[in-house]
């Protein structure tokens, strides 16, 4: 099954951390472009970062510069992003993108940042 399947999310205060994962099954990651997206209430869904597969070439949100970090493990097929010094205005679902010859989403994670 062709599937991209986020997990790491959860309730954090704020200044904390979170580690999101997106694993990519039934395809491979090589030749995608990966994006990590986020969707507050209300809001519309935002790039926050992405990381092409071959290059290895990042780019983030000014919003998010400097405490988010997007990485991949080539082996495991997964993406990675490294959220610190989490702020309320984080909170957000957050959505796994491939983008290449095809295109899929992962089903959301739930980030909360609140005291």
């Known amino acids: 099954q062709v599937q991209l399947v986020e997990s790491g999310g959860g309730l954090v205060h704020p200044g904390g951390s979170l580690r999101l994962s997106c694993a990519a099954s039934?395809?491979?990651?090589?030749?995608?472009?990966v994006s990590w997206y986020r969707q507050a209430p209300g809001k519309e869904r935002e790039s926050v970062a992405r990381?092409?597969?071959?290059?290895?070439?990042?780019i983030y949100a000014d919003s998010v510069k400097g405490r988010f970090t997007i990485s991949k493990d080539n082996v495991a097929n997964t993406v990675y992003l490294q959220m610190n010094s989490l702020r309320p205005e984080d909170t957000a679902v957050y959505y796994c993108?491939?983008?290449?010859?095809?295109?899929?989403w992962g089903q959301g994670t739930q980030v909360t940042v609140s005291s």
């Open positions: 039934g395809f491979a990651l090589t030749n995608y472009h």
């Open positions: 993108n491939a983008r290449g010859t095809s295109e899929y």
């Open positions: 990381i092409g597969w071959r290059s290895g070439i990042t």
